[in-house]
């Protein structure tokens, strides 16, 4: 009978440590994932930024593709003029 208990305190305390464990794991598992969402807020603030650069980028293009198109028809007539003369 007591060999049986013995093994009952044994099987309860190994349960314990075993509990104790997972109980660890589950808190890095934890620090792990606020970790990745801390990156991956980073990540989309740096996508936001980027995406930001990107468009004033294109409006830059935008504005200089409309200059040289000005530009261009203003040497085109010129040019016409100085045909036509």
């Known amino acids: 009978m007591i060999k049986g208990m013995d093994e009952v305190i044994e099987f ?4 314990g440590e075993e509990k104790k464990e ?6 890095k598992l934890g620090e792990i994932i606020i970790k990745m969402g ?10 936001q930024l980027n995406k930001y650069a990107a468009i004033r980028e ?3 293009l935008d ?3 409309q200059h040289a198109e000005a ?7 010129k040019l016409f003029d100085a045909e036509k003369a």
């Open 58 to 60: 294109e409006q830059r």
């Open 12 to 15: 309860i305390e190994q349960q």
């Open 22 to 27: 997972l109980k660890k794991e589950i808190e």
């Open 38 to 47: 801390e990156e991956i807020k980073d990540l989309n603030e740096e996508i």
């Open 63 to 65: 504005l200089r593709a």
């Open 71 to 77: 530009h261009n028809k203003i040497l085109t007539q």
